[in-house]
């Protein structure tokens, strides 16, 4: 059996879906001082609500709250159903520490204790 929704009500689907996803969502872009959260993740890129985005083009920062995932260089792939297709040239998982310019020892202690001032 098939069912035959009205445009109105498809589209009030389509909103509510895009508006709960939002809501779930904690993943957001950053591009410049621009912030625009990201409906889905995918393997070669993402996707943002077409409304209130303009083209993404080049680096931005990509966000799961306020954890930093990737730096990424993107490129604007298409625009499908209210929605902006983003795919990813490159993307750089961040580290929380800083970059080390030589090979850490495997065995080296992780911190030493210090003498107390009594004894």
């Known amino acids: 059996m098939t069912t035959y929704f009205s445009k109105e009500v498809r589209e009030g689907l389509a909103a ?11 993943l957001r872009v950053q591009a410049g001082e621009e ?3 990201v409906v889905r993740l995918k393997d070669d890129g993402f996707v943002v609500a077409a409304e209130g985005v303009p083209k993404l083009r080049g680096r931005v920062d990509l966000f799961d709250g306020t954890r930093h995932l990737w730096n990424c260089l993107i ?3 298409e625009e ?3 929605e902006m297709i983003y795919e990813f040239k490159r ?4 580290t929380s520490g ?11 202690p992780a911190g030493y204790l210090t003498r107390s001032p009594e004894a």
Not at 18 to 24: N, S
Not at 91 to 94: D, E, F, I, L, V
Not at 98 to 108: N, S, V, Y
Request: cysteine-free; proline content about 9%.
């Open 91 to 94: 993307q750089t998982p961040t």
């Open 80 to 82: 499908e159903g209210g």
């Open 75 to 77: 490129v604007a792939a």
């Open 35 to 37: 912030i625009f959260p």
């Open 16 to 26: 509510a879906h895009r508006k709960a996803l939002k809501r779930r969502n904690r």
């Open 98 to 108: 800083p970059a080390l310019d030589f090979a850490r020892d495997d065995t080296a």
